[in-house]
């Protein structure tokens, strides 16, 4: 053989390959994308269907357009049309360009806003090792509102990343650096908003783990008449697999907060917080009702139908979740104001075992085990005392021919206060804590106990108890009281603890 022709034949295979290499990614990339539209329309907690209308596959690229449609409504859908480049390079085997393909006003009105272009892009690359990595792209705009031209509306871009492992694990940001309406004297905007999370989604919906955290640097509103603001909010969601039940938690933080009205006092908040969680509730069940609530969204009924299946369907699934012995924890609770803090725990449990097919009755109750205690500060619960007694005060002095001047006023009133607080706590419903108080509550066997004594005993006393004369002016003190001891001198005292109001 000669030398020329031992030469040519590896270049020849190695051309052969690297021209066949690139037809041979366009058809696993089309096959991927088929399937993988199928795999999203095919479970029936998905609510949409997913397919693709067109795939026009050549050597070096292909052109495809895919169509997302409500299952319950396939005539409500849209389009994406995806370019895709099947040359392998140091990135990846594919890539692929994907925007939204809009028709009619719709098109008309993002057009205006986005000038021309699409408004989200999203590149994906798919590496060697089966990696998806999506980079997702919304371009910034400023411009007046269609039907309110004095208002201008400003979005700062969107700027996202998803990838995408061999095995399902989803790892994902995204941020948009402002978002503002304003016009005239009005303005609502919102700052330096990121989402991240981390999911592995194998399986089901129901068999999902992971967690997704929002941050927000500050959301503010200010019209003539009010301005509200909300600082360094955090959220997060999560959920965790365990055997045949999962669990799902959320959390809210707000680092301030605050409110003004015209003619009235501004009100503020700090370090707010709400930590939940729903636990031991049942796979089989939430499965069940998703795939009947599903199903019952394709049948053709009365709206008034509609609802009644849609409420049976709810009274199922809670009927399904006790059974299971689900468990509600409140991990936190709690607001700090500049008069002083509150903060509260709590879990509520439920005994679903040999638990037949009855409706919800009284016999339920005998099932739940609930715990919670709050802590309260001493500040903040004269503060808002103060707010109900105050009033009644001027009224008694008015009443009673007394001086009404503040200093009258504010001694009144605490001497009413610091008597309400004695009562409440001699009779056990508030606990001293140093400066602070406290309250424990247990529910069980259907009874509720308060700080250890039972609430019906507890209340009973309380409203049982004679209402003591309202205060006289200390001018109007008979000389014979006024040397007495100091008695009761509650107006009304209330049974329960008054509503909180933060200021």
Not at 433 to 446: M, V
């Amino acid at each position: 053989m000669k030398k020329s022709t031992l030469v040519a034949a590896p270049l020849i295979i190695v051309a052969a390959t690297a021209g066949a290499t690139p037809w041979y990614a366009g058809m696993r990339a089309e096959q991927a994308m088929r399937t993988g539209a199928e795999t999203l329309g095919s479970g029936k907690q998905s609510p949409l269907a997913v397919s693709y209308t067109r795939f026009e596959r050549g050597w070096l690229k292909s052109e495809a357009v895919s169509r997302i449609a409500l299952k319950a409504d396939p005539s409500i859908y849209f389009e994406v049309r995806h370019e895709i480049s099947h040359m392998p390079n140091r990135a990846g085997w594919v890539h692929v360009h994907s925007v939204p393909q809009l028709t009619g006003p719709v098109k008309a009105n993002l057009d205006y806003y986005f000038g021309g272009q699409p408004p989200i892009a999203v590149d994906t690359v798919v590496g060697y090792d089966g990696t998806h990595i999506m980079q997702f792209n919304s371009p910034a705009f400023s411009k007046p509102l269609h039907q309110q031209p004095e208002m201008t509306v400003s979005w700062g871009g969107l700027q996202g990343t998803l990838t995408i492992d061999a095995n399902n694990h989803w790892v994902g940001t995204a941020t948009v650096p402002s978002l503002a309406v304003e016009g005239g004297d009005t303005q609502a905007t919102l700052t330096a908003l990121k989402v991240d999370g981390a999911w592995d989604v194998r399986g089901t919906a129901i068999d999902w783990q992971g967690e997704t955290k929002m941050g927000l640097s500050e959301f503010r509103v200010v019209t003539p008449l009010q301005q509200f603001a909300l600082k360094d909010v955090t959220g997060t969601t999560y959920q965790r697999s365990n055997g045949n039940s999962v669990l799902v938690g959320y959390a809210l933080r707000i680092g301030l907060g605050s409110a003004a009205h015209a003619g009235a006092t501004s009100q503020t908040i700090s370090n707010a917080v709400l930590e939940l969680e729903l636990d031991k509730l049942d796979k089989k069940a939430l499965s069940k009702y998703i795939a009947d609530l599903s199903n019952a969204e394709q049948l053709t009924m009365a709206p008034d139908a509609r609802a009644r299946l849609a409420a049976q369907l709810v009274m199922n699934l809670g009927g399904d979740l006790l059974r299971g012995s689900p468990e509600l924890r409140i991990k936190q609770l709690g607001v700090e104001t500049p008069a002083g803090s509150v903060l509260a725990h709590a879990v509520v449990t439920f005994d679903g075992s040999n638990l037949a097919d009855i409706p919800f009755s009284p016999e339920l109750l005998t099932r739940i085990k609930a715990k919670a205690d709050v802590k309260l500060s001493g500040a903040l619960l004269r503060t808002q005392l103060q707010q109900q007694v105050r009033s009644k005060v001027e009224v008694a002095l008015r009443e009673q021919g007394g001086l009404s001047t503040e200093e009258n006023i504010r001694m009144m009133s605490e001497k009413v206060i610091e008597d309400q607080l004695k009562g409440y706590t001699d009779a056990g419903l508030l606990r001293a804590n140093g400066p602070d108080f406290t309250i424990e509550a247990e529910f069980a066997a259907g009874q509720m106990l308060v700080n250890g004594m039972p609430a019906n005993q507890l209340f009973g006393g309380l409203l049982a108890a004679p209402a003591p004369a309202a205060p006289l002016a200390p001018e109007k003190v008979p000389e014979r009281e006024a040397a007495a001891p100091a008695g009761s001198t509650a107006l009304a005292p209330p049974p329960v603890l008054p509503r909180t109001q933060y200021r």
